[in-house]
């Protein structure tokens, strides 16, 4: 038998097993992606910050506790995520926040924001009291 009947017999085999291992990993990633949305949802706390700055940058180069650091997967620590420096009460830390979220942000100003640790779960208002902004519609 040639060995190119072979190659594709054995192709259509291997693009399956792949499909169904992406398939599950996928449903188990998106079960922790569930859970975790449950437990920002249930620890978040409404708060006004200031932000001074927003970047985008490792977490092992932002101004992280310790802790922090030491608990990050290590794939993260070198990844760039979404980080907003901000006024919180009399204390300047660095936040993490998603990339919607990120867009959204202003800074410069006030902005009273959902924080589950140091996660900016949702914006609630910015500047003072005029909430998202939203584009206008001219007639």
Same mark, same amino acid.
């Given at each position: 038998?040639?060995?190119?009947?072979?190659f594709?017999?054995a192709?259509? @085999?291997?693009?399956?097993i792949? #499909?169904v291992?992406i398939? $599950?990993?996928?449903?188990? *990633?998106?079960?922790r992606v569930k859970e975790?949305?449950a437990?920002? &949802?249930?620890?978040?706390m &409404?708060? =006004?910050?200031f932000?001074?700055?927003?970047?985008h940058?490792?977490? #092992?180069?932002? =101004?992280?506790?310790k802790?922090?650091l030491?608990?990050?997967?290590?794939? *993260?620590?070198f990844?760039?995520?979404p980080? @907003?420096?901000?006024?919180v009460?009399?204390?300047?830390v660095t936040l993490v926040?998603?990339?919607?979220?990120f867009?959204?942000i202003?800074?410069?100003? =006030?902005?009273?924001?959902? *924080?589950?640790?140091? $996660?900016?779960a949702e914006?609630k208002?910015?500047?003072?009291?005029?909430?998202?902004?939203?584009?206008?519609?001219?007639?």
């Amino acid at each position: 038998m040639n060995i190119w009947y072979i190659f594709w017999i054995a192709l259509p @085999v291997v693009i399956i097993i792949i #499909s169904v291992v992406i398939y $599950f990993i996928r449903k188990r *990633l998106a079960a922790r992606v569930k859970e975790q949305k449950a437990m920002i &949802n249930q620890h978040k706390m &409404n708060a =006004n910050i200031f932000v001074i700055e927003k970047k985008h940058a490792k977490m #092992s180069d932002a =101004n992280m506790p310790k802790q922090v650091l030491e608990q990050m997967p290590k794939l *993260l620590k070198f990844k760039k995520m979404p980080l @907003v420096t901000a006024k919180v009460g009399p204390q300047v830390v660095t936040l993490v926040c998603d990339e919607d979220v990120f867009k959204k942000i202003p800074e410069r100003k =006030n902005v009273n924001v959902d *924080l589950a640790g140091i $996660f900016i779960a949702e914006i609630k208002q910015t500047g003072h009291g005029h909430g998202p902004q939203k584009k206008k519609k001219r007639k």
